[in-house]
C-alpha cells in the first residue's frame, strides 16, 4: 500500500505541475468543450496528495520544522479574521499557499533529484518548443477569457511589451509563466545532465526562449546564473561562496525598494527606447503599486502583523477589488501577509543559503531556486506562482537539513538518511 501511495503521490505531482505548464492550451480545450470547471480539479489532486502526505507529519514523529512552519501559517490565518471580514478571501489565501506546503511535505518523494531528470527535461522541452511556435504562430486561446460563478476568468495573457513586441506565452497562461518554468527546468538540467554540450545547448536555448518572452525579471536572474554556472567548476569552495553572499543584495534591494518607494519622483524619457523598455514597469511599483500596498495596511491592517493570509494579490483580486494591489514584490506580498516577521523569514533563509555545499548536484540546484526567488522577487509576487511556491516549499526543507549534508553526501541512500532522522 505504502508503495501504490507513493506512485500515486509522484504521478500527482507531475500532473498537478504539467496543467500549469500548459494552462492556455488546457483551458482553451476545457473551453471548446464546455467544461472550463474542470481546471480546478487539479485542487482536489493537490488536497488529494496532501491528504496522503500529511500523517508523515503528524504521527509517530514530528518533524518539527514543517509543524513550526504550519503553525505560523495558523497564526497568520488568525491575523487576518481580525482584519478581513470575509472568511472566503482568507480560505482562497489558504489555498494559494497549498503548492508551497505540497513541496514541503514531498520533499522525500522528489529529493532524488537525479531521478526525475527525464521528466523535468519533457517539462522543459514542452515549454520552450511552445515559446519558440507562438512566436511564428498564434494560439488560438491568445486572450481567451471566460465567465464562472460570476466572475470573468482570463484564460490566457495577451499582451505586449512597451516596445511593441509580442510577450510569447507558448502554452502556458501567461509569457512571465512560461519563463519561470523554462528557467526553473534548465537550472536542474544544466545541472544533472551528463552530457556538457547538452547543458550547454539547454541553457543557451532557455536564454533565448525568456529573451522571447520580454520577461525582465528572469533575464536578470538567468544573466546571474549564467556567470554563477560558468564559475561553479573554477573557483574554490571559498571562491564559489562569493554567489551565496551576493544573494544578500537582491534581498536588501527587494525590501529597501518599496520601502522608500513613494517618496521620490521619477520621470522617464519617453523618447529613449531603453528608458521605456528597462524602467516604466518599475518605476510604476515605486510611484504607485508599493505606496498602496502600504496604504491598505495602514487603513485595513496593522504595521506589526500585516493583514494576514489573504490580504494581498488574487485572494484581494476577487474579495476586495476596489483596494486590490497585486504587490509585485516578494517582501510587499510577505509582509502583508506576516507583518514584520517576514523580515525574519527571509533573513532566516539567507542565513540558511550560506550553508550550502553548492559544488554538490543537489546544492547548486537548491541555489539556482533560491537566486531565482530573490532575484525575481525584486519585481513579482513569485509566492503566487504554483510552479515557484512548490520549489520554495522544497527549497526551505532541504535548508533545514543541511545539518545532515555529510550523510547525503557520503553516499547514503535517503532510507538511511529517514533512519537518521528518526534516531536523532
Known amino acids: ?54 500523517p508523515r507529519y503528524i504521527h509517530p514523529k514530528l518533524d518539527l520544522f514543517v509543524v513550526t512552519v504550519l503553525y505560523l501559517l495558523l497564526f497568520h490565518c ?6 478581513i471580514s470575509n472568511v472566503a478571501q482568507i480560505a482562497f489565501g489558504v489555498k494559494l ?11 522525500h518523494d522528489v529529493c532524488e533529484f537525479s531521478r ?5 527535461l519533457g517539462f522543459f522541452l514542452l515549454t520552450v518548443s511552445g515559446i519558440f511556435l507562438n512566436n511564428f504562430v498564434s494560439f488560438p486561446w491568445e486572450g481567451l477569457s471566460y465567465g464562472i460563478g460570476g ?62 518572452t520580454t520577461t525582465k525579471g528572469l533575464m536578470l536572474v538567468y544573466a546571474f546564473l549564467s556567470i554563477f554556472l560558468i564559475y561553479r567548476g573554477l573557483l574554490s569552495s571559498a571562491g564559489i561562496q562569493i554567489f551565496q553572499y551576493a ?28 528608458q521605456g523598455f528597462l524602467l516604466s514597469s518599475y518605476i510604476d ?26 490580504g494581498i494579490g488574487t485572494a484581494q483580486r476577487y474579495y476586495e477589488p476596489l483596494i486590490y494591489n497585486y504587490a509585485d514584490n516578494l517582501f510587499v506580498y510577505m509582509y502583508t501577509n ?29 541555489f539556482g531556486i533560491a537566486a531565482t526567488i530573490l532575484i525575481y522577487g525584486i519585481t513579482t509576487a513569485v509566492l503566487e506562482s504554483p510552479s515557484i511556491a512548490f520549489l520554495a516549499g522544497l527549497m526551505l526543507v532541504h535548508l533545514s537539513r543541511l545539518e545532515v549534508e555529510p550523510l547525503l553526501g557520503s553516499g547514503r541512500s535517503w532510507d538511511e538518511f529517514r533512519q537518521y532522522e528518526a534516531h536523532r
Open 97 to 107: 499557499f497549498l503548492p508551497f506546503l505540497l513541496g514541503m511535505f514531498a520533499y
Open 116 to 120: 526525475i531528470t527525464k521528466v523535468v
Open 1 to 54: 500500500m505504502l508503495s501504490n501511495n507513493n506512485i500515486m503521490i509522484k504521478l500527482g505531482i507531475v500532473i498537478y505541475l504539467l496543467t500549469f505548464c500548459i494552462e492556455g492550451a488546457l483551458r482553451y480545450v476545457l473551453y471548446l468543450g464546455h467544461a472550463e470547471w474542470m481546471i480546478y480539479l487539479r485542487d482536489v489532486i493537490l488536497i488529494i496528495i496532501l491528504a496522503l502526505l500529511l
Open 247 to 274: 544573494l544578500w543584495a537582491p534581498m536588501l534591494f527587494m525590501i529597501l525598494a518599496p520601502a522608500f518607494s513613494g517618496l521620490f519622483l521619477f520621470k522617464i524619457d519617453w523618447k529613449d527606447p531603453v
Open 151 to 212: 466572475q470573468e476568468i482570463q484564460a490566457s495573457l495577451k499582451w505586449w511589451a512597451t516596445d511593441g513586441s509580442k510577450r510569447v506565452a507558448g502554452f502556458a497562461r501567461s509569457s512571465y509563466d512560461a519563463a519561470a518554468y523554462t528557467l526553473l527546468s534548465a537550472i536542474f538540467l544544466s545541472v544533472y545532465l551528463r552530457a556538457y554540450w547538452l547543458r550547454v545547448v539547454v541553457w543557451l536555448t532557455a536564454g533565448l526562449a525568456i529573451l522571447l
Open 338 to 366: 506576516f507583518g514584520v516577521l517576514a523580515v525574519g523569514y527571509l533573513v532566516y533563509l539567507m542565513i540558511k543559503i550560506q550553508n550550502l555545499k553548492i559544488r554538490l548536484e543537489r546544492d547548486a540546484v537548491i
Open 78 to 83: 488568525f491575523v487576518a479574521i481580525l482584519f
Open 285 to 310: 511599483r515605486l510611484e504607485n503599486t508599493w505606496p498602496q500596498a502600504f496604504a491598505n495596511i495602514d487603513r485595513y491592517g496593522s504595521y506589526i502583523l500585516g493583514r494576514g493570509i489573504g
